[in-house]
């Protein structure tokens, strides 16, 4: 059930990503448009890879590493509603939390330990 409960993670977090850049694309019209979706694409990412991902780079106690996560999920989210994409937003936060509750109970902690910083 972990493994599934990973792979299902990882999705989400390319979902996550591609709701920022559709967003972005939906809310204004044009070549600013993809700008601002891939550019608020690029800082989840950026935020994903320095603070949540198993090889961080900068080591945050775990309720920091989850702030991240929750503001990545959240901005997905609210991006979704500003582009009137309200079920899709629903679905990525419902299966988020169900992700998130199903690594839970099978016991993965919330976050692999970071790495110590070199």
């Known amino acids: 059930m972990k493994g599934l409960a990973l792979v299902v993670r990882f999705l ?25 979706g891939l550019g608020m694409a690029a800082v989840a990412a950026v935020a994903w890879g320095l603070f949540v991902a198993p090889r961080a780079r900068i080591a945050v106690p775990t309720a920091g590493r989850l ?10 989210c609210s991006g979704l509603l500003a582009a009137e994409q309200s079920v899709l937003a629903a679905v990525l936060a419902i299966v988020y939390v169900l992700d998130r509750l199903a690594l839970w109970a099978a016991g993965a902690p919330p976050f692999e330990p970071a790495p110590p910083n070199s």
Do not use: K, M, Q, R
């Not at 972005?24 to 019209?29: C, R, T």
């Not at 702030?67 to 997905?76: G, S, T």
């Open 12 to 36: 989400l977090e390319l979902a996550a990503l591609a709701g920022l850049v559709y967003a972005g694309i939906a809310v204004v019209d044009g070549p600013s448009g993809w700008l601002l």
């Open 67 to 76: 702030a991240v996560e929750v503001a990545v999920f959240a901005a997905a």
